[in-house]
């Protein structure tokens, strides 16, 4: 795993800026540093190195191809790559092997196959920039879900890419300046979608694209696709795979297996993230599976009741008999960590699980450099409870006349919501709604919509109108606005399964990962998502998904295979932070300061009336608005963190 940072300017560049953007994220690489300039002398590489495959230098990048055309640097890793290897032997091109590293294998496939048919063969997680010196041309491609972060524009007269925005401050000409039309739809998503960035004059690539430049940056292509879900989706759901039950348990049993093993190739230490949760478990149980070693399994512990899954965790290590570890960790410990989150993600993002995720990956560096993580089988199998209760709301919803919706939904606008939840305690637990003071707002803007898309669309949004949040803003379209381009599913479960598998997976979930991990020198891996588990994922029938009023039923069959079902029978937690209540309490003052209303004015991005009403609202125990809050204050967190450069 690694970092990789260039820039492209006809005025020239300069070895020793381009090294100084490489330093920048050092933490993604810490182990080698190679710096290349081209004959010209306007185009300048860099990579930043963490050694997992090939520890000696014939895997030094930036790697140059035998015959001095080609030039690549690359993050990530390729598991098929020495299938590739025989492949390219076997077409009958002579191949001079230096060493046994993956970048090797992928230099050789971009020369001898070309761009888009090796992306098209590759098994992996990867960000590369490939340089033609005879066509004059780069080329920058990112993997099929979206694992690793690829960043690129022109911005003060160069065009730059790299890994993480952070790099491109070390460039001279660097300016930042905050595109407020993407501000506002981080506040509806709490993370920036791609190809956004924050900053006005950068993107960030899309999964499974790859573009081309040219002109010296001047000329950037559209974002070409090489592998494309939707028709992925839409094929899947045509063709189902056939066979009885047992035959499907067996063959995702057998991809699973593959991929995981695939995965578990280093030649440095490995392990696993284990939160107890039947994702992490499957694919700690097939690594031990196929070890002859106890694995190495990590799990952070909170002692807040409702936010703790160590005690599963650990009983499932028990089980498999992996070598166990697990740090309880104290409130005072989990807000230390607050302060570094925008030097990490660089851009804004408040999904409030980044903190034990950072947490957990401190954990697993001081004892490994590989970590599997079990990302991916919610928005694969239908593992969210929001898929079950989207369908249940949606067909309700889409027999009413939408007049009708809209009567309702201005009459629970209206409607004070304390005194019907104080109505509703009087009832049996079982008729009870938890928080429908706070729910009754949120339901009254999805009653009203007028398709599914726009339903699933408020309902995965934090700020429902966030360009009247966000001074001068005029809020991007994304793909939940164009359903025309949406694959032809039957099931709304899963049109939301695909539109997670687009947006939230690889701009939260994935990015979540990455960053953490990567702040740490560790590379985490995702066998869920290998592309062949994905592609077989949308050929089961939603049958074999949900059932019997559970998700992930095909996945939870093959890992009755390893764990007992009685020791994963139990309802899904989330990996979160009490952030609701720290804010009332440990967080108050520091919050206070950074949504203080004088502050709020003066920055000039946000009309800071919703913000106080919310906020005083929130630490004086009448409403809970701790994810809108925590959107503003991861923000004002960061503009901070931007002024004090």
Known sequence: MCGIVGYWDK?????????????????????????????????????????ILDLTPAGHQPMISPCGRFTLIYNGEIYNHQSLRADLENEGGHFDWRGHSDTETLLAALRHWGVEKTLQRLNGMFAFALWDSTERRLFLARDRMGE???YYGNNGGCFLFGSELKSFKAHPHWQAAVDRNVLALYMRHNYVPAPWSIYQGINKLSPAHFVVVREGGQQISEPQCYWNLAEITEQGSAMRAKGHTEMLVDELDTLLRDAVHSRMAADVPLGAFLSGGFDSTIVAALMQAQSIQPIKTFTIGFHEQGYNEAVHAKAVAKHLGTDHTELYVTPEEAIAVIPRLPTIWDEPFSDSSQIPTLLVSELARKHVTVSLSGDGGDELFCGYGRYKQGRQIWQVLRLLPVPLRQSVAFLMKIFPGAPLEYLFRLLPKRFQIPHLADRLPKLAEVVKVKSGEAYYHRQMSHWKEPDRLVLGAIEPQTIFNRSEQHPKLADFREQMMYLDSMTYLPDDNLAKVDRASMAVSLEARVPLLDHRVVEFSWKVPMSLKYRDGKGKWLLREVLYRYVPRELMERPKMGFGVPIEHWLRGPLREWGEELLDEKRLKEEGFFDPVPIRKMWHEHVSGKRRWHYYLWDVLMFQAWLEMQKSG
Do not use: C, Y
């Not at 300069?14 to 100084?20: K, P, R, W």
């Not at 080698?32 to 963490?50: I, Y």
């Open 148 to 150: 690793k972060p690829l």
């Open 11 to 51: 005025r020239g560049a300069d070895a020793s800026i381009v090294e100084q953007m490489a330093v920048q994220i050092r933490h993604r690489g810490p182990d080698d540093a190679g710096v290349w300039l081209n004959e010209e002398g306007d185009l300048a590489l860099a990579h930043r190195r963490l050694s």
